[in-house]
Structure formats: structure tokens, C-alpha cells
């Protein structure tokens, strides 16, 4: 029963922040993180190609993302869930570029910048893996690598639940910033290594 609520509340949250980029071409987009960047950054088009790439992409994947947990949707509609991974894996590959490169551009420094170009690369590689594997047939690896990959995906999620509190804790942006740069994701990634493991030993090998 825990777990099945904490999953719901992982939807709801996942949802809410997929849905979050639609804010910025409804009001003035200058607010929240945008508010920290200098008008030579704004005005950069490549900037800006990389960041609506991003976050409209980054949305849609954080989106169709969970739904491909389904067990049921899996075993009744398989053709759907390829389908709606086909989306996920574009959209997270073309996400996880252009935020490798807007975190260039990450306000706080070399910590953030480091913190979210990490994030970038593992977003890209383990989803990467998790196509790759099942090309190959390899049904478990590919799981276990998803699992990984969706772990990052909601880094989008955890970042906005950790920062307001960051801010108030070590009273600043910049200095709670650089910690969610590392803090949105490396804590992610530990939750999903030990749900692989758990699965390891619940599940058989179907390689």
C-alpha cells in the first residue's frame, strides 16, 4: 500500500512538472531560474533553441515516461508501449543535448554547471542503454536501464522540490543552487540502483 501511494504521488508530481513548460509561453518567462540570466543569454537564439528543445521535450518524456511502468499496459497493449518508448527515448535524447548545453550556461558557477552537465550525460547514456538493449532482446537489462534512465528524468521534479528549501536552509540561490545540481539527481539514481537490485532478486532472468 506505501509503495502503491508513493507511486501515485510520483505520477501526480510527474504530471504537474511534465505540464510545468506550457507556464512559460502564457506569462512574461522571466521568472523563477530564467530571472538569474543576463539579457545576453536571453537573447541568444541558440540559447533559446536549446532551452524550449529542452524543457518542452524534457516535459513530454517526463509525460509518457511512467506510463511505460505499467505492467498491464505492457501485457495488453505491447504495441503502445513501443510506441510511447519511441517517444520517450527521442525526446530524452534530444532533451539530455541540448541541457548538456544550456548547463554550460548554469547560474552558481563550475559546481552547477558540473552537477547538471552530469545529469545530462547519464539522462543520455542510460536511456541510450535501455534502447539498446532491447534491440537486442535483452528484456531485463533494458528494464533495469530505464529504470535508471526515468530516475534522472525526475530530477526535473525532485530539483523543484529541494530548492526552496536549499535557498531557505543556506540562505542564498546561488549556494542552494549548487547543491541541486547534485542533489536532484545522485540521490535519484541511489533509489533506482536499489530497486534494480531488489528486482534482481525477486524476478527472474529473462535475457
Known amino acids: 500500500m506505501t509503495k502503491k501511494i508513493l507511486w501515485i504521488v510520483i505520477v501526480i508530481l510527474a504530471i504537474m512538472i511534465g505540464c510545468y513548460p506550457s507556464i512559460y509561453f502564457i506569462i512574461d518567462r522571466k521568472f523563477g531560474l530564467l530571472s538569474s540570466k543576463d539579457n545576453s543569454i536571453l537573447d541568444s537564439l541558440l540559447w533559446n533553441s536549446a532551452f524550449y528543445i529542452h524543457i518542452i521535450l524534457g516535459g513530454v518524456a517526463l509525460l509518457v515516461g511512467w506510463v ?96 526552496p528549501l536549499l535557498v531557505i536552509m543556506l540562505h542564498g540561490f546561488i549556494a542552494g543552487y549548487q547543491v541541486v545540481a547534485w542533489l536532484c539527481w545522485v540521490p535519484n539514481l541511489i533509489v533506482a540502483f536499489l530497486i534494480v537490485r531488489q528486482k534482481r532478486f525477486n524476478l527472474p532472468v529473462d535475457d
Open 68 to 163: 511505460q511502468f505499467s505492467a498491464k499496459l505492457r501485457k495488453r497493449y505491447l504495441h503502445i508501449h513501443r510506441i510511447t518508448g519511441k517517444i520517450y527515448v527521442i525526446c530524452v535524447i534530444l532533451s539530455a543535448v541540448t541541457g548538456l548545453y544550456i548547463a554550460y550556461y548554469a547560474t552558481g558557477g563550475v559546481i552547477a554547471k558540473a552537477g547538471f552537465m552530469g545529469l545530462s550525460i547519464v539522462w543520455f547514456y542510460t536511456t541510450l542503454q535501455g534502447y539498446l538493449t532491447v534491440i537486442k532482446g535483452k528484456i531485463s537489462a533494458h528494464q533495469e536501464w530505464m529504470i535508471y534512465s526515468y530516475a534522472a528524468c525526475l530530477a526535473a521534479v525532485t530539483l523543484r522540490i529541494w530548492l
